[in-house]
């Protein structure tokens, strides 16, 4: 083989690598980039049709930040598998069960009431009241009002047990991990620290909702890492702590608050310090809407839809 041939076959060889090389890494290491900056692209994804872009009828796992002004409601869904985390305030309770009834659900195998607050389980007497419930999960104390006395009463109605969780529970959702990662008993002052906390576990992809969890409680805890975030007490500033970002690193916040609401929430200076881990951040405030996001267990797709279940104004 003489010199002019070595030299072809090299050049030949140095050209095979490169291609090899930049298949590899686009291939599998710029997939989650690419697939971000498609999917995550809300401009793309916004769809004014009210309520007939979201299709819960997949295989994938689901999840829906619903929008319900200054309050919390999120819908999971995984085949025949549905938990919802919180309902709002008390006007919001109707609107969801026209939602969830629209789109043919008439079950709930898991409902969470996650502390006590009015903006939390406010409507959960209008889901009890309208749904089969397979299980109760409500945090373990807080300040007694009406909103607990209604809620006690319709699960009393309905022969519905209360269950108190702890930390370590598992939570049996089919193919998806659950475990409650937080339910301290109430001290007696701050019933946002006794908010329930669910990490799920859907394939490659882990998921965290902090309830109205305070820096206290958060530090806690151990806390592993995260795809997505559902940011506690509506992006205050006392959750979502440096520390405890540190810990999850997610990829995705979801904050839920309401337009214009008098807590001037989420807090400038929480949003800086997710904003600096870099993470995407997605505010049912900005446009008073909700947010979809779906996974196959490795990709995540995200869409912002106009669904609003707002029965108090935004506040």
Known sequence: MNDNTKKALM???????????????????????????????????????????????????????????????????????????????????????????????????????????????????????????????LSNGGELGPNYYNLEKAAKKKNLAITIPKVGDKIDFGDVDMEVMSASKFDGKNDNNASIVIQAKYGSRKYLFMGDLEKQEEAKRKWNEVDVLKAGHHGSNTSSTQEFLNQVKPKYVFVSAGKNNKYRLPNVKAMERIEKMGAKIFRTDVNESSFWLTSNGNDIDIKEVSINLDGNGGK
């Open 11 to 137: 050049r030949l060889l140095a050209i095979l690598i490169v291609f090899i090389i930049s298949y590899v890494y686009n291939r599998f290491f710029m997939k989650e980039n690419l697939n971000n900056s498609k999917k995550v692209n809300l401009k793309d994804n916004i769809n004014n049709s009210k309520f007939a872009d979201v299709d819960l009828n997949n295989e994938d796992f689901n999840i829906l930040f619903m929008y319900v002004g200054q309050a919390d409601s999120t819908l999971i869904k995984y085949k025949n598998k549905i938990m919802l985390i919180d309902a709002g305030n008390n006007e919001d309770g109707k609107n969801i069960v026209k939602f969830l009834k629209d789109k043919g659900i008439s079950k709930l195998d898991y409902i969470v009431g996650t502390h006590y607050d009015e903006d939390h389980i406010g409507g959960l007497d209008d889901i009890i009241e309208n749904f089969d419930i397979g299980k109760f999960y």
